[in-house]
């Protein structure tokens, strides 16, 4: 059984800075993706960042450029958002997911998520 499992949110002020991670169990995403997508009350979930399994390559949406870094373990069933100079925009609950392609990691067409994990940033 495949599982993935955030941690890592919290309350923070704007400015402020917070990692989460995602730890999966039941297989590894070498030779996919895992990436991060959020959820704000009332609007649709969005990508927020990928890596690939094979390449290490990144990918952000624009409204992160800059200031969030996705990153992995050594053991490529970790990964990790570093998420600096937060905004209240970046409110939401932030989900890790995987899949075992590196296609279309922009898109939530990914097979395996998490429960996600509550980010709140005031003003």
């Known amino acids: 059984q495949v599982q993935l499992v955030e941690s890592g949110g919290g309350l923070v002020q704007a400015g402020g800075s917070l990692r989460l991670s995602c730890a999966a169990s039941?297989?590894?995403?070498?030779?996919?993706?895992m990436g991060w997508f959020r959820q704000a009350p009332g609007k649709e979930r969005e990508f927020v960042a990928a890596?690939?399994?094979?390449?290490?390559?990144?990918y952000y949406t624009d409204s992160v450029k800059g200031r969030f870094t996705i990153s992995r373990g050594n053991a490529k069933n970790t990964v990790y958002l570093q998420m600096n100079s937060l905004k209240p925009e970046d409110t939401a609950v932030y989900y890790c997911?995987?899949?075992?392609?590196?296609?279309?990691?922009?898109?939530?067409?990914?097979?395996?998520w998490g429960q996600g994990t509550q980010v709140t940033v005031s003003s």
């Open positions: 039941g297989r590894t995403f070498r030779r996919g993706a």
């Open positions: 997911a995987g899949k075992g392609v590196v296609t279309r990691v922009t898109l939530d067409e990914y097979e395996y």
């Open positions: 890596i690939s399994g094979t390449s290490g390559s990144t």
